[in-house]
T-cell receptor
Framework: DQQVKQNSPSLSVQEGRISILNCDYTNSMFDYFLWYKKYPAEGPTFLISISSIKDKNEDGRFTVFLNKSAKHLSLHIVPSQPGDSAVYFCAADGGTSYGKLTFGQGTILTVHP | NAGVTQTPKFQVLKTGQSMTLQCAQDMNHNSMYWYRQDPGMGLRLIYYSASEGTTDKGEVPNGYNVSRLNKREFSLRLESAAPSQTSVYFC????????????FGQGTRLTVV
């Protein structure tokens, strides 16, 4: 029972273009969503987050959009850079006090020069 | 500023052997977590500790035990390793409830043969 799904295992984008990574969830109790970036042989690092009371959050080149009715969120990277090439994980928090994140399977982003 | 430190980084075990994965954080966080990452599965929560002296099961706890030794340290023990426990293990910490963001260690790559 995968409560958080990233249906695209990989995405390939040209440098300077927009990268759009998608994530769907099934549990309506999730109230906070995060994106993590992971390079090989390193731990995930926090990228950006959004509360369920918002529909958009922006941080520099990164923007996360949340559509609660569709239980869907997306991460936009504009413009994409070769250094953005990594695995991106979507994660959801169920609102407990202990931060038990539920992760998607991850999407491998490759940005070509 | 080390953040979250895991030891060892790599380990090969024979089936039936035991070992303990160590984790320490220097951010004075209350909550600590152990996740495992498997191909196509994302990160799955094994155990977590909301505060010193407390631990609780996550999504995939079978075959593991944990100890929250003090506020800094949270160890994961495999009593009798099985090939199904071959995975990359990540320790994380967060300052719940003030912040949802979790900080991850670099991971331990464990192979059970």
């Amino acid at each position: 029972d995968q409560q958080v799904k990233q249906n695209s295992p990989s995405l390939s984008v040209q440098e300077g273009r927009i990268s759009i990574l998608n994530c769907d969830y099934t549990n309506s109790m999730f109230d906070y969503f995060l994106w993590y970036k992971k390079y090989p042989a390193e731990g995930p690092t926090f990228l950006i987050s959004i509360s369920s009371i918002k529909d958009k959050n922006e941080d520099g080149r990164f923007t996360v959009f949340l559509n609660k009715s569709a239980k869907h969120l997306s991460l936009h990277i504009v413009p994409s850079q070769p250094g953005d090439s990594a695995v991106y994980f979507c994660a959801a928090d169920g609102g407990t006090s202990y931060g038990k994140l539920t992760f998607g399977q991850g999407t491998i982003l490759t940005v070509h020069p | 500023n080390a953040g979250v430190t895991q030891t060892p980084k790599f380990q090969v075990l024979k089936t039936g052997q035991s070992m303990t994965l160590q984790c320490a954080q220097d951010m004075n966080h209350n909550s600590m977590y152990w996740y495992r990452q498997d191909p196509g599965m994302g990160l799955r929560l094994i155990y977590y500790s909301a505060s010193e002296g407390t631990t609780d099961k996550g999504e995939v706890p079978n075959g593991y035990n944990v100890s929250r030794l003090n506020k800094r340290e949270f160890s994961l023990r495999l009593e009798s390793a099985a090939p199904s426990q071959t995975s990359v293990y990540f320790c994380a910490s967060s300052e719940r409830p003030e912040s949802t963001e979790a900080f991850f260690g670099q991971g331990t790559r464990l192979t059970v043969v």
